[in-house]
């Protein structure tokens, strides 16, 4: 069996988490309305990987196989804190 990195199978299977782009100079010049945007995006972002890491600690040991994941490796990704990718 072939061993992918825990890191990678996660973004490619059990989640993807969208980043958020770099600012340009006018983008730094925006209005406070504009970081309650990316405040509740970041929000967003938090919310998706504790939800897929809660998915993740409930699936049995089959499904974990079909989609290339020990348990073990499974157990650490679900035990991250949701602000840690």
């Not at 069996?1 to 890191?7: E, G």
């Not at 006018?26 to 967003?44: G, I, K, M, V, W």
């Not at 499974?74 to 949701?82: D, T, V």
Request: overall charge positive; aromatic content about 8%; some cysteine.
């Amino acid at each position: 069996m072939k061993h992918v990195a825990t890191s990678q199978v996660m973004t490619d299977c059990v989640m993807t988490t969208p980043s958020i782009p770099e600012r340009t100079a006018e983008q730094q010049r925006e209005r406070p309305e504009s970081y309650l945007r990316r405040t509740l995006a970041l929000a967003e972002i938090w919310r998706e990987r504790l939800r897929g890491r809660r998915a993740l600690a409930l699936m049995d040991e089959r499904s974990l196989r079909d989609i290339g994941l020990t348990p073990y490796d499974a157990s650490y990704e679900a035990r991250k804190l949701f602000w840690r990718e």
